[in-house]
């Protein structure tokens, strides 16, 4: 990681911005995927395309933008009016070209994708690669100066302005991701030089898929419609289908996202959920309503029946929302199949057997907190 540039805050401020550019493959710095969802959804599956599905259609798209992009061009103008359209249609939505915005000082990039009044992509484009400059380093600085306008302070405290960084120059693609957390941190994902020739159908196929996992990134930024709060986690191992599963049925909170994203780490956004933990209801001596078992009972018994074992069943790790008498697990990061999977090698078994089978052998009426019983 290492410090690119200082753009000032706005034409009348005196405060700096820092832009710290890293590279996956160099160990050092903090990647942008950690601070956004959509932006981890994009690196996973630019790291790993081949699961990445198109169709005939992609296929076409792909193989006109290679044609226009590998033809010799005049200048950077001609390059740009050529190629639009394929952009456009493999990006699935119509950019703003050079489109002058004044409020930013002026700037007028290549091309910008735009939820609302947020940017979330934005082009630099250049007729020949190493001649006139860089277009990434150009994308970077049109994204540093747009944000650090005065119109989205309001919103810093919390939106980092997650946005998708394109650098081409004839056959080549440079993609890069940028979020702003006070200083702007840039990760560089991708660069593609796609050529014709023996390896066309395979670069072909190859191109597609980047301009598909582009595409997925533009519907998918700030997690659009999600209404809630949500929460963050980074784990070594985690179990999305358990999760899956039982978040479908209601016993466990929306699961908005799950993948590897940098050093092994698993990044998991689910839903929040109100309400206490059992262990919480323990402490504060309040009783556990019956329905907490029923409900659990059912959530491992789903799981049960596709051979999974959640593998982390105690009070801290369910929830109870009085407000819906709802209860759900968390914590998937045991779950697993059935004589397949193992437990970590760091498991304190000194803490004895999980909440369901203390409280199976507990009376409904100690559940219900019945005095009577």
């Known amino acids: 990681m290492f410090l690119s540039s200082v753009f000032p805050e706005g034409p009348s401020s005196s405060h700096v911005m820092h832009i710290m550019v890293s590279d996956p493959e160099v160990l050092g710095g903090a990647p942008a995927a950690i601070f956004n969802p959509a932006l981890a959804a994009l690196q996973s599956r630019l790291n790993h395309l081949d699961e990445v599905q198109v169709d005939s259609q992609d296929i076409t798209n792909a193989t006109e933008y290679l044609d226009a992009a590998s033809r010799t061009y005049r200048d950077e103008n001609i390059r740009e009016r050529v190629i639009k359209q394929n952009v456009n249609v493999a990006i699935g939505r119509h950019g703003s070209w050079n489109l002058k915005l004044d409020w930013a000082d002026g700037i007028k990039a290549s091309c910008c994708w735009w939820h609302e009044d947020f940017l979330v992509m934005v082009m ?38 997650p946005t998708v960084l394109l ?45 598909k996992a582009l595409f997925s990134a533009m519907y998918i930024a700030a997690l659009d419609g999600i209404e809630n709060d949500v929460l963050v986690k980074f784990i070594t191992r ?13 016993f466990a909170p929306k699961l908005h996202f799950c993948a590897r994203v940098v050093g092994g ?4 956004v689910m839903g929040r959920v109100d309400g206490k933990s059992v262990w919480e209801l323990q402490v504060d001596d309040e009783p556990i309503p019956a329905v907490v078992l029923e409900q659990v009972s059912n959530a491992i018994g789903l799981l049960h029946e596709e051979n999974i074992v959640f593998g982390d069943l105690r009070e801290s790790n369910i929830l109870y929302d009085a407000s819906k008498s709802r209860a759900v697990v968390v914590e998937f990061d045991w779950a697993g199949i ?3 999977d193992r437990y970590p090698a760091t498991l304190n078994r000194a803490n004895g057997h999980g909440m369901l089978f203390r409280m199976v052998l507990c009376s409904k009426s100690m559940i219900c907190g019945n005095s009577n019983a």
């Open 238 to 250: 985690y179990d999305e289908k358990a999760h899956s599963i039982l978040a479908d049925a209601g």
């Open 167 to 211: 650098g081409i120059a004839e056959n080549r693609i440079d993609t890069s991701m940028a979020v702003c957390i006070g200083e702007i941190h840039v990760t560089k994902l991708l660069t593609l030089d796609v050529i014709v020739g023996f390896l066309a159908s395979d670069n072909i196929i190859h191109l597609a898929r980047v301009f």
């Open 124 to 161: 630099e484009l250049k007729n020949t690669v190493g001649l006139d400059g860089n277009p990434l380093v150009q994308a970077i600085a049109d994204y540093a100066k747009i944000i650090s306008q005065e119109k989205y302070k309001p919103f810093r405290d919390f939106c980092n302005f």
């Open 338 to 340: 059935h004589d397949v």
């Open 265 to 268: 780490l698993y990044m998991v």
